[in-house]
């Protein structure tokens, strides 16, 4: 389905450019102007990038290239999770007995 939108981004005053960086605002945890201002300047960096060589971006993978510079709503940054949850686990087998029934001893790889 073809949506027919007025072409003005090139234009100093720009509808379509505030309509945007709302969009933008409401996909930022933080929600602020600025940042909706920055999160703008960097998908038009990825534009840059891309456009000399036809490229493209799926949902995916752009914010894959976000998440970690911009706090995004729905893909937040998840290293701090993983990091907690790495930690947990590496503790948990540290406190596993190494031998069962006091006799087999399990051999365990370092990973």
Do not use: C, N
């Amino acid at each position: 389905r073809l949506i027919w939108q007025a072409f003005d981004f090139e234009m100093p005053q720009s509808q379509q450019v505030v309509d945007v960086r709302e969009r933008l605002r409401a996909t930022l945890v933080a929600g602020t102007a600025a940042e909706a201002a920055l999160l703008w300047e960097a998908l038009g960096g990825q534009a840059k990038q891309l456009r000399p060589h036809a490229g493209d971006r799926t949902l995916a993978r752009l914010a894959d290239e976000l998440r970690y510079r911009f706090q995004l709503l729905t893909y937040p940054d998840d290293r701090a999770d993983w990091a907690r949850l790495r930690e947990a686990a590496e503790s948990a087998a540290r406190q596993l007995p190494q031998r069962i029934g006091g006799h087999l001893t399990l051999a365990r790889a370092e990973e």
